[in-house]
Nanobody, 128 residues
Framework: QVQLVESGGGLVQPGGSLRLSCIAS????????IGWFRQVPGNEREGVSC????????YYLDTVKGRFTISRDTLKNTVYLEMNKVKPEDAGVYFC?????????????????????WGPGTRVTVSS
């Protein structure tokens, strides 16, 4: 069964850390660029981070640079988003997406021509 499932969300205090996971089954994530996007009600979907499969290059939204890290574990067929020094504005539903490459337009991560989301995402709540 071909699946891509997000996990790792939850409640975190400001300044805390979370690690989100994007776990694939039935196909290899190494064939795709993987992007993390977040959705907040009333706001447009926002591209947070992306990792290309060919050269491993990465993209980060300016507001998360230096705090978030995206990485791949080929053996586990998983892409992670390590979130550190979390801020209230980081809250939202995070979901991962496959694409042919990380598509950057006007400095922002956008869905590319092969963009595909798979699951409902994982919710991150930031509160003290």
């Amino acid at each position: 069964q071909v699946q891509l499932v997000e996990s790792g969300g939850g409640l975190v205090q400001p300044g805390g850390s979370l690690r989100l996971s994007c776990i694939a089954s039935g196909f290899s994530l190494d064939l795709y660029a993987i992007g993390w996007f977040r959705q907040v009600p009333g706001n447009e979907r926002e591209g947070v981070s992306c990792i290309n499969n060919i050269n491993g290059s990465t993209y980060y939204l300016d507001t998360v640079k230096g705090r978030f890290t995206i990485s791949r574990d080929t053996l586990k067929n998983t892409v992670y988003l390590e979130m550190n020094k979390v801020k209230p504005e980081d809250a939202g539903v995070y979901f991962c997406a496959t694409d042919r490459w990380c598509t950057i337009q006007s400095g922002a991560l956008r869905p590319g021509p092969y963009f595909h989301t798979w699951g409902p995402g994982t919710r991150v709540t930031v509160s003290s």
